[in-house]
């Protein structure tokens, strides 16, 4: 199946469903309402490619983030690579990209951060919507966002209906 290739980008080798859900991600902010989405005081999201081990491809998948989203609903956008370790110091943030599977601890702390402060947590890794992520990607024969209802409620977060229906959802 052609999601478990791998894709180059800038000279280092990034699995293709992690860029499949780069790309899903500023689309999926842009129709979810509430949260730190509508709560920001800020003339700008702030998203956030969290990293356990791997900076150089955060940094790389924040680079092509940050090419290729320019605005979300009329905001500017600010992408910046950090480490799952340093989350707590986060005090601010609208979406949060996993751009590698993380160990079972770090990413209860980070589901449990995301949904405490109400922004959206990404994971394209599988599992991870069942895990508590709120949002991810579901790859059968074709691929479709997961959504966590519960989750996303949890965090605040309502997400248009259209996204809804055409998602796979875990309710």
Wanted: some cysteine; charged content about 20%; aromatic content about 6%.
């Amino acid at each position: 199946m052609a999601l478990f290739t791998q894709s180059v980008y800038a000279g280092d080798t990034i699995p293709h469903r992690v860029l499949v859900g780069l790309n899903l991600f500023p689309n999926i902010l842009s129709v979810t309402k509430g949260g730190q989405i509508d709560t920001t005081k800020r003339d700008r999201y702030t998203l956030w490619v969290v990293y356990q081990e791997d900076k150089k491809r955060a940094m790389l998948l924040a680079e092509k983030l940050t090419k290729s989203t320019k605005q979300i609903n009329q905001h500017s956008v600010q992408v910046e690579a950090i480490a799952v370790d340093e989350l707590e110091q986060v005090t601010h943030g609208t979406g949060f990209f996993l751009s590698e599977q993380l160990n079972a601890p770090a990413l209860q702390q980070i589901i449990t951060q995301t949904t405490r402060s109400g922004a959206l947590l990404f994971s394209p890794f599988s599992g991870d919507v069942e895990a508590g992520v709120m949002m991810g990607l579901d790859v059968r024969s074709k691929i479709r966002p997961y959504l966590s209802l519960p989750s996303i409620e949890a965090a605040g977060l309502n997400c248009n209906p259209a996204l809804v229906r055409m998602s796979r959802t875990r309710e």
